[in-house]
T-cell receptor, first 114, second 118 residues
Framework: DAGVTQSPTHLIKTRGQQVTLRCSPK?????VSWYQQALGQGPQFIFQ???????QRGNFPDRFSGHQFPNYSSELNVNALLLGDSALYLC?????????????FGSGTRLTVV | AQSVTQLDSHVSVSEGTPVLLRCNYS??????LFWYVQHPNKGLQLLLK??????LVKGINGFEAEFKKSETSFHLTKPSAHMSDAAEYFC????????????????FGRGTQLTVWP
């Protein structure tokens, strides 16, 4: 049973560029959340997608946007990259918006902005 | 608002000795609480969760945690540490349902790095 799959695992971008990260949720899961984990910090909530809509958003600028597809997979897009966007980006999936069953996390995408 | 405070950024123990990782939480409602573990270059793995059932929660790999409402604590323990337990541990509280719902949003502590000496 495949868990949460994220791609790519690593990438390097230049300041000002745009990046798209992808996530396939665990089979049977319908909710996807994205988190940013800076070095030495706990993950910070970016946003949550459920039924193809953004349901919640954390304190991240509009440069961060996302999408959820009918098959529940999701993308995270970041425009106009800054050095401070360098981080591990984690995707998490669940059912019932994580209320009772918690979340399953992927291994993350390590983004380096130079 | 929900938040967690992990009281120790680093904990070092010898293999075979007990482990205690401390966590205090703040929540305006009955919280759901979790402990996650993160091994180097890996994603987060759920160790255990508390969702208002038994206050002593047993998780994987011999870990357990006790929910103490009076102390607003959710400390993680293990009777005997193993070398494979060395990792980063995160205490997490979940958002709540209701006005301004943050349902399903997870609030992470800053993490506790556990080192296990042979």
């Amino acid at each position: 049973d495949a868990g949460v799959t994220q791609s790519p695992t690593h990438l390097i971008k230049t300041r000002g560029q745009q990046v798209t990260l992808r996530c396939s949720p665990k089979s049977g899961h319908d909710t996807v959340s994205w988190y940013q984990q800076a070095l030495g910090q706990g993950p910070q909530f970016i946003f949550q997608y459920y039924e193809e809509e953004e349901r919640q958003r954390g304190n991240f600028p509009d440069r961060f946007s996302g999408h959820q597809f009918p098959n529940y997979s999701s993308e995270l897009n970041v425009n106009a990259l800054l050095l401070g966007d360098s981080a591990l980006y984690l995707c998490a999936s669940s059912i019932d918006r994580g209320q009772n069953y918690g979340y399953t996390f992927g291994s993350g995408t390590r983004l380096t902005v130079v | 608002a929900q938040s967690v405070t992990q009281l120790d950024s680093h904990v070092s123990v010898s293999e075979g000795t007990p482990v205690l990782l401390r966590c205090n939480y703040s929540s305006s409602y009955s919280p759901s609480l979790f402990w996650y573990v993160q091994h180097p270059n890996k994603g987060l793995q759920l160790l255990l969760k508390y969702t208002s059932a038994a206050t002593l929660v047993k998780g994987i790999n011999g870990f357990e945690a006790e929910f103490k409402k009076s102390e607003t604590s959710f400390h993680l323990t293990k009777p005997s540490a193993h070398m494979s337990d060395a990792a980063e541990y995160f205490c997490v509280v979940s958002g709540i349902y209701g006005r301004g719902s943050t349902l399903g949003r997870l609030y992470f502590g800053r993490g506790t790095q556990l080192t296990v000496w042979p």
